[in-house]
């Protein structure tokens, strides 16, 4: 099982940006399907985006398509979700997560299917305001 460590979280202005890491241990991330997802207070999680371990496949959560980019650089064994032109409602705690992605599945089916995901980070908080 991988450890995962989220960092980058901020509080910025609306309009602003920011680059969310979640870096690995343990195992290399090369074969694995990644997640990142949200929750805000008093709301379930939520997917962000997704990235198939096995298959070329991405997938955007409709509330932040266009405005995230998810990266995989593996040789420092880290995820990046890029994120611009955030919003207040964007404000929640982000989480990576990760599986071993024998499935071959998409990444869309890996979003939907969150409880796969047999490692998470601990969070990191974004807050969006003026």
């Known amino acids: 099982q991988v450890q995962l460590v989220e960092s980058g979280g901020d509080l910025v202005q609306p309009g602003g940006s920011l680059r969310l890491s979640c870096a690995a241990s343990g195992s290399a991330l090369r074969g694995y399907a990644i997640g990142w997802f949200r929750q805000a207070p008093g709301k379930e999680r939520e997917a962000v985006s997704c990235m198939a371990g096995s298959v070329r496949s991405s997938y955007y959560a409709d509330s932040m398509k266009g405005r995230i980019t998810v990266s995989r650089d593996n040789t420092n064994n880290t995820v990046y979700l890029q994120m611009v032109n955030l919003k207040p409602e964007d404000t929640a705690v982000y989480f990576c997560?990760?599986?071993?992605?024998?499935?071959?599945?998409?990444?869309?089916?890996?979003?939907?299917?969150?409880?796969?995901?047999?490692?998470w980070g601990q969070g990191t908080q974004v807050t969006v305001s003026s």
């Open positions: 997560a990760a599986i071993r992605d024998w499935r071959r599945a998409t990444a869309y089916w890996y979003c939907v299917n969150r409880s796969v995901f047999d490692s």
